[in-house]
């Protein structure tokens, strides 16, 4: 889970969010109505996308301050910007005892040209427990670099996953206790054959009837479980 890796739905975002950065410098530069409009688009598209999206620069103290905490940031995690960058993104989105894998996952975006990612689980500001698969890459190449940040809840598919196999786990004792109760039948049955055998061979008056017949009342209970 954490080996670098592409994923082609996050380099779409990463250039939605690479050019919203560039407009955002070019309305900064010159006032103009036609770039506002543009740049108001942008911010309406990253706030409203299907996957939490943050956009954020490192502060002097190293953590990232967050410009853009995306609809669905605020639903998986329950924090808004304001409150993400008050506790720190580490705290969020690792969880506030695993700020130095925060931390390391930061460093890791900032020294890898590739989108990096990995696996998190949290609880959300409600207690909600949340599986979320988090991936991040730099956006520019300088002291003022923008970072992108994207999370996945996989939390539906961790629970279905989970039900599967318990399924799968169920099917498996099923097989397995089909299997003992065959073979512990075909005993049975080498049992209540042999007492038969013995019993055909015996007077009415041997000892060993009473035996035999306590083995077939054994047999019979046992057969019956």
Known sequence: ??????RP?????QRAVAAHLTLLARVGQRESD???EALSFQQSVLRLAPIGLAVGRRRLGGEL????WNDEMLRITGYDQEEVNQRGWSSVAFGADQTERGEAFLARMASDPRIVQTQVEISARDGTARSLQVSGCRIGAGPADWFLIAVFDRTEQSRLEGRVREKQRMESLGLLAGG?????????????????????????????????????????HASGL
């Open 180 to 220: 003992i109760a065959h073979d512990f039948n075909n005993l049975l049955t080498g049992i209540v054959g042999h007492a038969s055998l013995i019993e055909s061979g015996c007077q009415e008056s041997s000892e060993l009837l009473e035996s035999i017949g306590e083995i077939r009342r054994a047999t019979d």
């Open 1 to 6: 889970g954490e080996a670098p890796e592409k």
């Open 34 to 36: 036609g770039l506002a």
């Open 65 to 68: 301050e967050f410009r853009l």
């Open 9 to 13: 739905a996050l380099h779409v975002w």
